[in-house]
C-alpha cells in the first residue's frame, strides 16, 4: 500500500510540475477550424483550417481533410495565399476551392482530383468569386460574385477614383465605403467553361439553394425601392438558364432567409423574421413553403429561443437545426406538424450543421475546447480532429453557472471562470468581462481572454445581461431603445451576488470588453465607482456622435429616431459621456484603427475626457485593423496590455513577456 501511494503522489507531482500556465503567447498556437464539408460517400470530411503564422505575423489558411472514423488526417493545400470554401463536387470524383493562390490576382475556383494530383485553376474571371454552389448533377456550377473593378484594371491606375456615394447605408466594417456594388449569381458550365448571368440590376441576391433536378435556384433578394432602409428580403426561384426571370415566393415585409430545400424537391424550409420592421433583437422562426410558394408555416411558434439555419433530413420528413439556450445550444428536429425533439445534450455549443448521410457534421467547442469538427452519430457528438491537443499541457480554468437576481427583480444566468489551482478559493480579484452584440451570450465554449485572465490569478465574470439572446425574445428586446439601463442592473447584480458569497473580493474587481462590451464598460464605470481598472475596447459613449460615423443608421432610426426631432433620448444613452466626471476608474481604450463598426472617435472622446479630467487612461490603435483585430501579434499585445493594465491597478503580478522581435 505505501508503494502504491508513493506512486500515485509522485504521479500528482509530475502531473502538477508537467501543467503551464495559459499565456498571451499561446495565441500563436490557437488555431481555427470551420466550414466542414462530408464527401458524397461519407468517408472524409473537408474542413478550413487557420493556422497563425509567427514569423509573418497572419494567419495562414488551408483545406484539410480528416477520415470519418477520426484516425487519419490530410492537408491537401500549402500555397501560401490561403484557400477557403472547400466542396465536393456531388458525383465525388473533385474537391474544389477558392484561392488567390500563386500569381492569380483575384479569388478564382480551383479543382483537385481525388485520385491525385496538383489543384487546377477552372476560373479565370475578372472579378473575385466570394461563394459558390455546385449542381446536383455536377454539370454546372452557380457563382456568386461583385460587381468591381477587375484586378487588372485596378492595377492599371496610377491612382484610385474617388469614391461617389449616393446611398442610404454608406459605410461598412472591413468593406470601407459602400458605392452600388451588387452580388449577382452566374452560371459556370464546367465542361466547356463558359460562364451565363443568371441575375443583374441595382439589388442583390445570396444564399441561393438548387432544386434536386437541377433546373432551379432559389436565393433572397430585396427588391424593395430602397433596399437600405428596410429589413425586407425574400424568397425567389429562377431557371437555372440565361435570360431566365426570377420568380417572387415569399412576401412577408420582414426577413425571409436562409432557404433549404428538400431533397423530394417539394418543400422550402427557411428563416423568417418576427418583425416586420429592423431589430437587431428579432428571434427568426423556421417556416415551411411548398416550392412554388404559398403561405408560410411556423414549424416552433411555441420555442422562444433563437434557430439557426434549416437542414433536411434524407427522407425529407424532418428538419435539423441549431437551437440557442441560456448558455448552450443543441441540435434539433422539427417535423411537418412543428414537434420538437432535441438531438443533443450538453455543456457546449454547436456552430454549424451539415448533413452526411444518415449523420450530421458539425464544430463544436465546449469549455475546455476550442473549435474542432465533431460527427454527430445517434445524438451524440464524436470528435474528429485535434488541432488544440497542446491544451493537455495547459492549466485551464474551471467553469461554472450561476445565476444572479438584480435590484428589480429579473433572474440573470452567467458563468464563472475560477483559476485551475484556486477553484475553491474564496475573495478572488474579479473581472467582470462583458460580451458584444448585445444579441449574443457567453455561452460553455472555449474563451481565450478567460483562460489568460484566470492563468494570472483572476476569477472572470461573464453575465448574459439582458439584451442577450438564449433566453427568449422578449429577454433580449427589453432593451431596446434603453441602452445602458437593465444591462448596467444587471452586470452590477452579478458582481453583487458574488461577493455576496464569497467568491469576489470587493476591493479587487475590474471591468473590460469589446464592441457592445467596451460600450457598457463606459455604462458601468458611470453608475458604479467600485471598480479599480477597466478596458473599453471598440466602444463608444456620445452615442449622438455616432450618427452618421458607423455602420448603424437603420438601427438607430428604428429604436431611437432620427436624432434632431428625438435628441432626448439620444442624449439619455449618452450619459457616460455626459457624466464623465462621475467615472473614477482608471481606463484603458482600444480601437482598429479602420474600424467603421465603432469608430475610432468612440474611444478618442472617453480617452481625452479622461485626460482632461486627469483620469489615469491610455489609448491604444491598432494599425490598419478593423472591428476584429485580425494580426496575431496584435492579439498577443491586446492580452498583455489587459492583464499588465489590471494588475498595475489591483496591485497583482504583471506579464513579463516580450512580443517576438520581427526582422
Known amino acids: 500500500m505505501k508503494n502504491i501511494l508513493t506512486v500515485a503522489a509522485f504521479t500528482i507531482c509530475t502531473f502538477a510540475f508537467s501543467q503551464t500556465s495559459f499565456l498571451p503567447s499561446d495565441v500563436y498556437k490557437m488555431k481555427s477550424v470551420s466550414d466542414p464539408q462530408p464527401s458524397p460517400d461519407g468517408k472524409w470530411v473537408a474542413y478550413v483550417l487557420s493556422t497563425p503564422d509567427s514569423a509573418k505575423d497572419k494567419y495562414d489558411t488551408d483545406i484539410w481533410m480528416v477520415s470519418w472514423d477520426g ?5 491537401l493545400t500549402t500555397s501560401p495565399d490561403g484557400e477557403n470554401h472547400p466542396r465536393w463536387s456531388p458525383d465525388g470524383k473533385y474537391l474544389t476551392f477558392l484561392s488567390s493562390r500563386y500569381d492569380t490576382k483575384s479569388s478564382q475556383l480551383w479543382r483537385m482530383d481525388r485520385r491525385g494530383g496538383e489543384a487546377e485553376k477552372i476560373t479565370d474571371l475578372k472579378h473575385s468569386i466570394s461563394d459558390y454552389f455546385w449542381s446536383p448533377d455536377a454539370k454546372k456550377i452557380l457563382l456568386v460574385m461583385q460587381d468591381q473593378e477587375s484586378s487588372d484594371d485596378a492595377e492599371k491606375k496610377k491612382k484610385p477614383k474617388p469614391i461617389v456615394i449616393d446611398r442610404y447605408h454608406f459605410k461598412s466594417d472591413a468593406e470601407g465605403y459602400l458605392e452600388r456594388k451588387r452580388d449577382h449569381l452566374y452560371l459556370f458550365d464546367v465542361e466547356t467553361k463558359k460562364l451565363d448571368t443568371l441575375t443583374q440590376g441595382d439589388f442583390d441576391e445570396n444564399n441561393p439553394a438548387w432544386l434536386p433536378d437541377s433546373k432551379k435556384i432559389v436565393f433572397v433578394s430585396n427588391r424593395t425601392a430602397d433596399p437600405d432602409r428596410n429589413d425586407n428580403s425574400d424568397l425567389w426561384i429562377i431557371d437555372a438558364q440565361k435570360n431566365s426571370k426570377p420568380k417572387q415566393l415569399t412576401y412577408w415585409k420582414g426577413a425571409d432567409t436562409s432557404p433549404s430545400v428538400s431533397y423530394d424537391g417539394k418543400w422550402i424550409a427557411y428563416l423568417k423574421s418576427q418583425s416586420e420592421q429592423f431589430s437587431i433583437y428579432d428571434q427568426p422562426q423556421i417556416a415551411l413553403i411548398p416550392i412554388d410558394g404559398g403561405e408560410p408555416k411556423i414549424l416552433n411558434p411555441k420555442l422562444d429561443r433563437d434557430v439557426s439555419a ?4 434524407g427522407d425529407s420528413k424532418t428538419i435539423f437545426s441549431i437551437v440557442v439556450d441560456d448558455r448552450r445550444s443543441y441540435v434539433a428536429s422539427f417535423d411537418f406538424n412543428g414537434n420538437k425533439k432535441q438531438i443533443t445534450t450538453g455543456d457546449r455549443i454547436f456552430n454549424s450543421l451539415i448533413r452526411s448521410n444518415a449523420n450530421w457534421v458539425t464544430v463544436s467547442s465546449d469549455p475546455q475546447t476550442p473549435n474542432e469538427v465533431y460527427a454527430i452519430e445517434n445524438g451524440s457528438p464524436r470528435r474528429l480532429t485535434h488541432t488544440h491537443d497542446f491544451l493537455k499541457a495547459k492549466t485551464l480554468a474551471s467553469v461554472e453557472a450561476f445565476n444572479s437576481t438584480s435590484k428589480d427583480g429579473t433572474e440573470v444566468g452567467s458563468l464563472l471562470f475560477k483559476p485551475y489551482e484556486k477553484q475553491n478559493d474564496k475573495n478572488l480579484p474579479l ?50 431603445g434603453d441602452w445602458g439601463n437593465k444591462e448596467v442592473m444587471d452586470l452590477i447584480g452579478a458582481v453583487d451576488h458574488l461577493i455576496k458569497i464569497g467568491v469576489a473580493d470587493p476591493n479587487r474587481l475590474a471591468i473590460g470588453g469589446w464592441s457592445y462590451g467596451g460600450i457598457l464598460t463606459d455604462y458601468v464605470t458611470a453608475t458604479d465607482s467600485r471598480f479599480k481598472a477597466a478596458a473599453s475596447g471598440a466602444g463608444s459613449a456620445l452615442q449622438l456622435s455616432m450618427y452618421g460615423s458607423d455602420q448603424y443608421v437603420l438601427q438607430y432610426e428604428n429604436e431611437l429616431g432620427v436624432p434632431w426631432k428625438n435628441i432626448d433620448k439620444w442624449m439619455k444613452v449618452s450619459y457616460p459621456f455626459l457624466n464623465i466626471e462621475k467615472i473614477k476608474t482608471p481606463t484603458l481604450y482600444m480601437v482598429g484603427e479602420k474600424d467603421f463598426n465603432v469608430p475610432a472617435i468612440g474611444g478618442e472622446q472617453m480617452y481625452q475626457a479622461l485626460k482632461s479630467l486627469g483620469v489615469p487612461t491610455e489609448f491604444i490603435i491598432y494599425p490598419n485593423q478593423h472591428h476584429g483585430i485580425s494580426v496575431p501579434s496584435y492579439q498577443i499585445d491586446r492580452l498583455t496590455r489587459y492583464v499588465n493594465w489590471f494588475g498595475k491597478y489591483l496591485n497583482l503580478p504583471q506579464l513579463k513577456e516580450k512580443l517576438p522581435v520581427k526582422k
Open 71 to 75: 484516425n487519419e488526417s490530410v492537408r
Open 310 to 313: 434549416p437542414r433536411w433530413s
Open 431 to 480: 473581472i467582470l468581462w462583458i460580451h458584444g452584440g448585445p444579441t449574443s451570450q457567453n455561452s460553455f465554449s472555449f474563451y481565450t481572454d478567460a483562460q489568460v485572465f484566470t492563468s494570472q490569478g483572476y476569477a472572470v465574470a461573464c453575465v448574459n445581461y439582458r439584451g442577450s439572446n438564449g433566453r427568449g425574445l422578449a429577454y433580449s428586446n427589453t432593451i431596446s
